[in-house]
């Protein structure tokens, strides 16, 4: 929630582990927190055919590309089955992604109505077109009064660091996906490039002090990945490519070692620095 005295965003029941945006929407293994989303202001249909079209796997880089382009039902449709009671959000992220100004706004203002555990300002789609916010985003977002996560581009964002943590924002997700004319590049290559910006973020937040959240994310496939982004500086860990596994659906076995690992950064005798 909101601190009174200093105005900063900050998410206290954010678990270690992060299941990132699409596959919180159905993958939740206890003792994590999904990300669910990402949500525009009105549906873009087509999901499941730009899945089959477009999501490709190479195995001699173990890079996972994408160009789904935040196929989603719109926030509204996510509002109404909160208010239907049907699906409950305060236990999980909400990601949203506004296309104009007045679609950003609208976008805080419905996602604040119910009242997520956090909502995450999905800065940097590769597939959606050019990186651009309203100046006064940030502002905006904390003063919803729900707590604030910024995912950044792995690239170029500086000025959306400094404007964000200007706007009381202490909550970052490194990274998004590296942008090539194929989609989005996820997977091991984009491992040393968010593991950069962890460590420049994290340098930038320790600098003003108190508290605050970096979640390292981008080629997490075990537990010695998570040691890593710890070193780097990450106080949280986000999988995604990890979740491209139907298993998952039924069991969140292949997910317990990480879980284990990222619930170790947050105790005194946790095996990462």
């Not at 994408?66 to 926030?75: A, D, F, V």
């Not at 990186?131 to 792995?154: E, N, Q, Y």
């Not at 491992?191 to 930038?204: F, G, I, L, T, W």
């Not at 998570?226 to 986000?238: K, M």
Request: charged share 20%; glycine share 10%; proline share 8%.
């Amino acid at each position: 929630m909101i601190d009174d005295d200093t105005g900063v965003s900050a998410i206290p029941d954010l678990e270690p582990l992060v299941i990132s945006a699409p596959f919180g929407n159905y993958v939740k293994p206890r003792g994590a927190t999904p990300t669910l989303g990402t949500f525009t202001r009105r549906a873009r249909a087509g999901r499941v055919w730009r899945i089959l079209k477009t999501v490709r796997y190479d195995p001699f880089t173990r890079a996972w590309v994408n160009k789904i382009g935040l196929r989603n039902p719109g926030i509204e449709a996510v509002a109404a089955r909160v208010r239907a009671g049907s699906l409950d959000v305060s236990r999980s992220v909400l990601s949203i992604h506004g296309f104009d100004d007045a679609e950003w706004f609208e976008l805080i203002e419905i996602a604040a109505a119910i009242q997520p555990l956090g909502i995450e300002l999905n800065m940097s789609c590769p597939n959606v077109g050019e990186i651009d916010w309203p100046p006064t985003l940030f502002d905006r977002a904390v003063a919803s009064g729900r707590p604030v996560v910024v995912k950044l581009p792995p690239v170029n964002y500086r000025e959306m660091l400094d404007q964000a943590m200007a706007a009381g924002v202490r909550t970052f997700h490194a990274c998004n996906t590296i942008p090539v004319p194929a989609g989005g590049v996820s997977g091991k290559p984009l491992k040393p490039v968010a593991m950069q910006c962890v460590r420049e973020v994290r340098d930038r937040l320790e600098t003003i002090g108190g508290a605050f959240a970096v979640i390292g994310g981008g080629g997490i496939t075990a537990p010695s990945d998570i040691d890593d982004y710890a070193r780097a500086g990450a106080t949280h860990v986000a999988v995604g490519c990890k979740c491209f596994n139907p298993v998952l659906l039924v069991s969140h076995g292949p997910l317990r070692p990480l879980l284990a690992r990222a619930a170790a950064m947050h105790t005194d005798d946790g095996a990462t620095p």
